[in-house]
């Protein structure tokens, strides 16, 4: 292995509430390497890799480049190291082409270039460094994907030697993921080096050269990725809980015949006046799960906020519990008593200026008068114990966690909420392997005990299959089955996807 | 060595007052010596800004500007910024004219509960006038999309003119000597009492009774200002509206997503601003402005454009409203007091409202930051 390109020496941060995000961890980046960061949800995964980049500052602590001390404390001074993030959500503006999008942060061109030069010049760049990407084409037109090889373009064309991947890869289908992969093992092999931060213990398994695992804040160990176990990591990174994690099939809920949720040839428009859903018939029954697979950006979302009464309804019919609910806005829904995960956590889910008690007194109480404080810190409480929320208390606010527990705060304030209905679109995202298996349980639990309807819409066909009694998949804005999930296959499932 | 800026990881419990207190120290040094520069003795402008805290003139200001700032503190709490307070203020004294001289006009023959039915009277029509004012820059920003910046700054004018308009003809006055104003409110209606101190000689002793005679004097104030205080603490802490309001301020789209119109907040929110404003217009026609001059907008003392400067200073922080009432308050004093000590003319109030700003601004990143030394 070769030499240390980075090192983060003794790196102490603390949020807002005393929160403590990282404990004096030391750290290396090889050049040429791959290191994946691993942790529970809060354990300062991506507290360390902002540090890096310039977008948080360290308490305490330095970072070494080449045996240099230096001071990162925004992106573009990490950038003029040769450091690139590449984040969960790509940061592509949608009203531009690639070529402007990318243009924005060279410096190779001066404001009086043209965009054509710019954009045969990412055309030659995106050649050299094998990823296809049109450069005339408007983000708003791209997949998920496709975005996500703009950002690695990005990165290539800032001559990144160190990229980080904070989830970048996580919403990626399976083989997509494997070229990205591929693609980071050859930056490696050329002299780059990657940190990848993932929930998924087997895909660092298989790409890192290196596994740092965090646990709550603390450096626990860095095994070679070679040698590494999942068991032993799972255990290093969770402790005793590790035993909780599975991905077996959930026990079968047994549906009743009362349709909870319908649609009759729903038509849904897109943000860009396209039609995002395209005629589709859904149904789920009380005490059902029906999980929805699909790419991200197949119509998933704009289909999830039209059932719940955010987005208008340009043809066709919605009924909750037999009701027409259709374009009748989100305060009708709601009554009925649906939860709702959405897509956006941090702008639909939750209000991360607010405290986790105002959070909820906003969805249980918004119909009172005055609220109850003391029944909402007593609910509070008690999802953040079921939940194990790693927040100080119910009134601290919400900007204080970590990510994983932001939607922690989200997935269980609306799977406490839902009487009859509930819509939740990733309901495990950012969320680690302990976190995610307790939601998805949860889930199945409301629809077996209570009859409560679900809608799952996710990217993770591992958490369809474990969860769902019915499967469907969603592709440019169709709706395909439903098919058993004893019975579908997982490739035919797979092909849908992407066909 | 090198100094980093990181944020806080828990509040300061002094932070808030201590900022405002060094921002005052630190514009009033900085004025002192602007002043020198032009050839003023600092030690003078000092002592003339330092005497302006502590005289009793800032009493009325601090209690009206307490009124006003904890109105607009709810419309700001949601991001909606209703810079028509002046305008909500004049439009709310138009019931108050009405009723007074013209439905209810005092008279000898008058029943003594009349002042108290009269007087309950505005004070409930003036909040209502205030609250429509309010309500219609929530209507156009909610139904119709209209930035309420400038429909509220605009809304002042139409108020000023539109009292002025009253003023010209039907509250145009019949015992005014000439003058274009309306009649003088009754004594009957007037809220304040009136106490006489003897004085004993000593300037210490007098100018504490002095502050107790201003304090019963404007009495009424100071309860209408705890009311006020009360209600937007109520509103803010125990009912959905207040909550709403906060949230409307931080995050919209969650809150239409959990099925709150947010639409609605947005009119309540300006309209309890407006009412508010209008409870405070009530007790200042009431209590000391007891009759409109025309043209009001040359009159005016602009306790609405104050009332702005005292929600920003106290950084939406209820609590520190009453403090930021007093220094916005002391500062016009304080202007008044420079030039009657010699220290320059309204160039020198605004120099020394600039500076003491200017620190404010630059010294408010302390609240959630703070500057370590780094070896």
């Given at each position: 292995m070769s030499d240390e390109y980075i090192v983060l020496k003794e790196i102490s941060k603390k949020f807002a509430g005393?929160?403590?995000?990282?404990?004096k961890v030391t750290i290396s980046i090889r050049t040429g390497e791959v290191l994946a960061l691993l942790g529970e949800n809060g354990a300062g995964k991506s507290t360390l890799v902002k540090i890096l980049y310039g977008l948080y500052s360290a308490d305490e602590g330095s970072i070494y480049i080449n045996g240099r001390r230096v001071d990162i404390s925004n992106p573009s001074e990490a950038i003029r190291h040769g450091i690139v993030m590449v984040s969960?959500?790509?940061?592509?503006?949608?009203?531009?082409?690639v070529a402007e999008n990318l243009a924005l942060g060279l410096r190779t061109f001066s404001v009086l270039t043209s965009i054509k030069r710019i954009s045969n010049f990412i055309l030659e760049k995106s050649r050299e460094f094998g990823v296809r990407v049109d450069?005339?084409?408007?983000?708003?037109?791209?997949t998920y994907t496709q975005k996500q090889l703009v950002e690695m373009l990005r990165a290539m064309l800032l001559n990144a030697r160190v990229i980080l991947l904070d989830e970048a890869l996580t919403y990626l289908p399976l083989e997509e993921k494997k070229k990205f992969y591929k693609f980071i093992k050859e930056f490696a092999e050329k002299g780059g080096s990657a940190v990848i931060i993932t929930h998924k213990i087997p895909e660092a398994l298989h790409v890192a050269d290196r596994i740092a695992i965090l646990r709550r804040g603390k450096l626990v160990g860095i095994i070679e990725g070679g040698r590494a176990r999942i068991e032993d990591v799972r255990k290093m990174m969770?402790?005793?809980?590790?035993?909780?994690?599975t991905y077996e099939r959930l026990p079968a809920s047994q549906p009743r015949e009362r349709s909870v949720i319908e649609t009759q040839d729903l038509w849904v428009t897109g943000d860009f006046g396209e039609d995002a859903v395209r005629g589709v018939n859904l149904r789920v029954r009380e005490g059902e799960v029906v999980g929805i697979a699909g790419i991200v950006g197949n119509g998933q979302r704009e289909l999830t906020q039209a059932l719940i009464g955010l987005r208008k309804v340009s043809r066709g019919r919605i009924f909750i519990g037999e009701i027409d609910v259709t374009n009748r806005g989100v305060h009708v829904v709601r009554e009925m008593g649906v939860g709702y995960i959405p897509d956006s956590p941090l702008a639909f889910g939750i209000s991360i200026d607010n405290s986790m008690a105002e959070n909820i007194a906003a969805l249980y109480q918004r119909k009172s008068m005055l609220i109850d404080w003391s029944k909402i810190r007593e609910m509070a409480s008690s999802l953040i114990e079921a939940y194990k929320i790693m927040i100080p208390d119910a009134n601290s606010l919400i900007k204080v966690l970590s990510g994983g527990n932001i939607m922690k705060a989200v997935v269980s304030k609306e799977i406490n909420y839902c009487k009859i209905a509930l819509i939740a679109h990733?309901?495990?995202?950012?969320?680690?392997e302990v976190s995610a298996a307790m939601v998805r349980k949860s889930i199945k639990e409301r629809a077996i005990n209570d009859g409560v309807a679900v809608l799952m819409v996710s990217e993770d066909l591992d958490e369809i299959y474990q969860v769902s009694d019915s499967i469907y998949v969603m592709n440019s804005g169709k709706l395909y089955g439903p098919f058993p999930p004893d019975e579908a296959e997982r490739s035919k499932v797979e092909h849908l996807m992407v066909i | 060595m090198r100094f980093i800026v990181v944020r806080r990881t828990r509040s300061h419990p002094y932070i808030r007052p201590l900022v405002i207190v060094l921002s005052l120290l630190t514009g009033m040094m900085l004025v002192a010596i602007l002043l020198t520069l032009i050839g003023a003795h600092p030690l003078a402008t000092i002592v003339a800004i330092a005497y302006s805290f502590i005289t009793p003139q800032v009493v009325k200001d601090m209690v009206l500007l307490t009124m006003l700032g904890c109105a607009l503190l709810i419309s700001f709490k949601g991001a909606l910024w209703n810079v028509g307070a002046e305008g909500q203020l004049y439009t709310a004294i138009i019931p108050i004219v009405w009723i007074t001289l013209y439905v209810a006009p005092w008279s000898a023959s008058s029943p003594p509960y009349q002042s108290i039915l009269v007087t309950l009277a505005s004070i409930t029509a003036a909040a209502i006038f205030g609250a429509m004012w309010g309500a219609i820059a929530g209507v156009l920003r909610a139904y119709v999309g209209i930035d309420e910046v400038p429909v509220t700054l605009i809304m002042n004018y139409i108020a000023y003119y539109l009292v002025n308009l009253l003023i010209l003809g039907p509250f145009r006055g019949r015992y005014v000597y000439g003058y274009i104003r309306t009649d003088d409110l009754p004594d009957a209606y007037k809220l304040n009492i009136n106490v006489v101190m003897q004085r004993t000689g000593n300037a210490f002793i007098d100018g504490f009774l002095e502050f107790i005679r201003v304090i019963v004097y404007y009495a009424y104030w100071v309860l209408a200002a705890i009311l006020v205080a009360l209600l937007t603490w109520i509103v803010f802490n125990h009912t959905s509206i207040g909550l709403k309001i906060k949230i409307l301020g931080s995050n919209p789209e969650f809150l239409k997503a959990v099925g709150v119109d947010v639409r609605r907040t947005i009119v309540m929110a300006l309209t309890l601003s407006g009412l508010l404003v209008g409870i405070a217009s009530a007790t200042y026609y009431l209590g000391d402005l007891t009759r409109l001059t025309y043209p009001i907008q040359a009159q005016t003392a602009g306790y609405g454009y104050l009332a702005i400067l005292v929600a920003w200073l106290s950084m939406l922080e209820l609590q520190l409203i009453p403090i930021s009432a007093y220094i916005v308050s002391s500062l016009r004093n304080a202007g008044r007091n420079m030039q009657i000590f010699g220290l320059g003319g309204l160039e020198s109030t605004l120099i020394l409202l600039g500076s003491i700003l200017l620190t404010y601004s630059t010294l408010r990143f302390l609240t959630e930051y703070e500057v370590r030394v780094v070896k």
């Open positions: 005393g929160v403590v995000a990282l404990d969960q959500h790509p940061q592509l503006i949608d009203a531009l082409s450069p005339w084409e408007k983000a708003w037109r791209l969770f402790g005793e809980s590790a035993v909780e994690i990733n309901p495990t995202r950012a969320l680690d | -």
